[in-house]
């Protein structure tokens, strides 16, 4: 199992930027990839971004050109830079690691996009 620690969520005006992090631990040698899934009120949750062990990045349409994804090896840490955000942009983001077909999850952090 790999254990997940979110930070760097927060409230920021519309047009700010965030960066949240997320270390793994455990079984870490495991991960295929790693990246984050979003859940508003009263909306499913929603694959944000991604980033594979061979750094290949994924975007949902809605964050395209605004979040960069990263991942630090070394640190065993993955990254979402967030910027010019909107309100829309408000939820809880969920670090997830994948291993194989296995998610295993972190905490969750709220970001709050004000208008």
């Known amino acids: 199992q790999v254990q997940l620690v979110e930070s760097g969520g927060g409230l920021v005006p519309a047009g700010g930027s965030l960066r949240l992090s997320c270390v793994a631990s455990g079984r870490i040698f495991s991960i295929n990839a790693m990246g984050w899934y979003r859940q508003a009120p009263g909306k499913q949750r929603e694959l944000v971004a991604g980033i594979t062990n061979g750094g290949s990045t994924s975007f949902a349409d809605s964050v395209k050109g605004r979040f960069i994804i990263s991942r630090d090896n070394a640190k065993n840490t993955a990254y979402l830079q967030m910027n010019s955000l909107k309100p829309e942009d408000t939820a809880v983001y969920y670090c997830?690691?994948?291993?194989?077909?296995?998610?295993?999850w972190g905490q969750g952090t709220q970001v709050t996009v004000s208008s």
């Open positions: 997830y690691a994948r291993s194989g077909m296995t998610y295993d």
